[in-house]
């Protein structure tokens, strides 16, 4: 009976981790460049109780001892382009990343191009970290800029010419999955993920447009309804355990 216990506990567990993915993923339906995270998960060791003794008895008798968490994986599959009227709005379609610069010096990596011009004419993100631009010059009023699709930015002077301010930086890895997340949207490179790949291949630049979080709702609730029924299933069975055990300790001689 107390195995039963401790099956059920993991369970309730496993599926509480489903929950917290689940409602992680719909808190962020709004926010740009977003990537569902997809919880793994499996069986425990099992309790072998006969083994098979082959061929005269081919099957054993074992029982598992529940299930748990293994992995959080990110999905990076493309999110919707949503038009806006910010030409420092920018959206990657393909496989990269724009690199950004944290306070320190710091490389990292991000789907959300919602950036910003600063005082100096620097392009950064929301939280002033600076963004990757080879041969970076001052920009002016975001109005005259234009960014094409494979990354160049340029803007007209006063005399109307087309100025070059530089390059947008656009990396990917091996293995997007393996990076690591550190929140406002930025991620850092890995083991797992492999170095940034400066080769640009199948990605380009939409100039006044945002790439969507990656999240459908439909397809979390319906998991979360899932999860949620499991969660009782498993709580019924503590439950019909704990009378189980109490009959047992109420027994008389």
């Known amino acids: 009976m107390i195995l039963s216990l401790y099956t059920a506990a993991a369970g309730m567990s496993a599926q509480q981790f489903q929950i917290d993915t689940i409602s992680n993923n719909l808190a962020n339906i709004n926010t740009s460049g977003y990537k569902r995270a997809r919880p793994e998960f499996q069986d425990l060791l099992y309790l072998t109780l006969k083994r098979p003794a082959a ?3 081919p099957v054993g008798l074992d029982v ?3 299930a748990y968490a293994a992995a959080s994986q990110t999905i990076f599959q493309q999110g919707d382009l949503q038009p806006t009227d910010n030409p420092l709005d920018v959206a ?4 990269g990343f724009f690199v950004v610069r944290g306070p320190g010096g710091e490389e ?5 191009g919602s950036f910003k011009r600063d005082a100096a004419g620097t392009l ?3 939280e002033g970290y600076r ?6 010059r001052p920009l002016p009023d975001a109005d005259s800029i234009t960014i094409t699709r494979d990354g160049r930015l340029t803007y007209l002077d006063e005399q109307e010419n087309e100025v070059d301010a530089g390059s947008l930086v656009i990396v990917q890895f091996e293995n997007p999955a393996g990076l690591e997340k550190i929140g406002h949207n930025l991620y850092r490179a890995s083991t797992a993920s492999g170095a940034a790949n400066r080769t640009l291949e199948e990605s380009t630049v939409e100039q006044r447009f945002l790439e969507a979080s990656n999240v459908r709702v439909v397809d979390e609730l319906i998991s979360l309804i899932t999860a949620q029924r499991t969660y009782e299933l498993n709580s ?3 439950q019909a355990s704990d ?3 109490s009959i047992v300790n109420n027994l008389r001689r």
């Open 64 to 66: 598992g001892l529940g």
């Open 131 to 136: 963004v990757e631009v080879a041969g970076a």
């Open 92 to 95: 990657i379609s393909g496989r």
């Open 243 to 245: 009378e189980l055990l």
């Open 124 to 126: 950064v993100t929301a």
């Open 108 to 112: 990292y990596y991000t789907r959300d």
């Open 236 to 238: 019924k069975a503590v």
């Open 55 to 57: 061929p005269e008895t």
